[in-house]
C-alpha cells in the first residue's frame, strides 16, 4: 500500500516563525502536492512538483515555499507565519501521468497565534 | 478554466436511504474522473475512478458512480447509506492536457438515525 506521511498531525507556531511542514511517500512517485484547505473552500493548491528539485506555483502560493531534494520528501515551508495561514494542510503524491490518483496524508492541522 | 462543481455544500440522509451525490465538470479533453471520501480530521481516500469504457463504475464501501458525457456529470450513489458514511467528499478531474488534479469545493455528508 502506498503511504503517504506527513510529520505533524498539530501543530501550534507563533506568528512570524519559520514553519516548516515535511511529507514523505514510500512509493517512489514523481509528482507530490501541498494543500490548504479551509472549511467552504475545498481543496487549494499551494505548490507541486514534478520531480526532484522541480516545483511550480498552484493557486495560493503566497506566503510559501517549497523544497524537493529528494523524491520522497517534499517540504512547505512558511517563512513567516501569519493567523490567515492557520488551516488544514494535505500532502498528496501521485505516479506521473494523468490517469493515476493522488495518495492523501493524514494532514497537519496548523495554528498560528 | 477548467473546474469541477459540487452544487450541494451539505447533504442530510436518513440511514438506510439511498443517496446521490451531484458532480458536474466543466468541458475540455477526455476527463478522468475521482471521487474521494474524507472522514473527520483524516485525509482523503479514493473511493473510485473513472477513466474509460463502462460508464458505471463500482468502488469502495459500496459507492458507485455514472460518466455521463452528455451532462458533464460524474454523480455518486449508494443505494443505502449506513451511519459510518458521514463524511466529507470530493470530486475531482484530471485532463490529459494537465497534470494537476481539479477538485471541487466537497459536499458534507451527515447521516439522520
Known amino acids: 500500500d502506498v503511504k503517504v506521511t506527513q510529520s505533524s498531525r498539530y501543530l501550534v507556531k507563533r506568528t512570524g516563525e519559520k514553519v516548516f511542514l515535511e511529507c514523505v511517500q514510500d512509493?517512489?512517485?514523481?509528482?507530490m502536492f501541498w494543500y490548504r484547505q479551509d472549511p467552504g473552500l475545498g481543496l487549494r493548491l499551494i505548490y507541486f512538483?514534478?520531480?526532484?528539485?522541480?516545483?511550480e506555483k498552484g493557486d495560493i502560493p503566497e506566503g510559501y515555499s517549497v523544497s524537493r531534494e529528494k523524491k520522497e520528501r517534499f517540504s512547505l515551508i512558511l517563512e513567516s507565519a501569519s493567523t490567515n495561514q492557520t488551516s488544514m494542510y494535505l500532502c498528496?503524491?501521485?505516479?506521473?501521468?494523468?490517469?493515476?490518483?493522488?495518495?492523501f496524508g493524514p494532514g497537519t492541522r496548523l495554528t498560528v497565534t | 478554466a477548467q473546474s469541477v462543481t459540487q452544487p450541494d455544500i451539505h447533504i442530510t440522509v436518513s440511514e438506510g436511504a439511498s443517496l446521490e451525490l451531484r458532480c458536474n465538470y466543466s468541458?475540455?479533453?477526455?476527463?478522468?474522473l475521482f471521487w474521494y471520501v474524507q472522514s473527520p480530521g483524516q485525509g482523503l481516500q479514493l473511493l473510485l475512478k473513472?477513466?474509460?469504457?463502462?460508464?458505471l463504475v463500482q468502488g469502495i464501501k459500496g459507492f458507485e458512480a455514472e460518466f455521463k458525457r452528455s451532462q458533464s456529470s460524474f454523480n455518486l450513489r449508494k443505494p443505502s447509506v449506513h451511519w459510518s458514511d458521514a463524511a466529507e467528499y470530493f470530486c475531482?478531474?484530471?485532463?490529459?492536457?494537465?497534470?494537476?488534479?481539479?477538485f471541487g469545493s466537497g459536499t458534507r455528508l451527515s447521516i439522520r438515525p
Open positions: 512509493m517512489d512517485h514523481e509528482n
Open positions: 473513472y477513466f474509460s469504457g463502462d460508464t
Open positions: 512538483s514534478y520531480d526532484v528539485k522541480m516545483k
Open positions: 498528496a503524491s501521485r505516479r506521473q501521468g494523468t490517469h493515476y490518483e493522488q495518495y
Open positions: 475531482a478531474v484530471a485532463y490529459s492536457s494537465a497534470s494537476k488534479i481539479i
Open positions: 468541458y475540455g479533453a477526455t476527463p478522468y
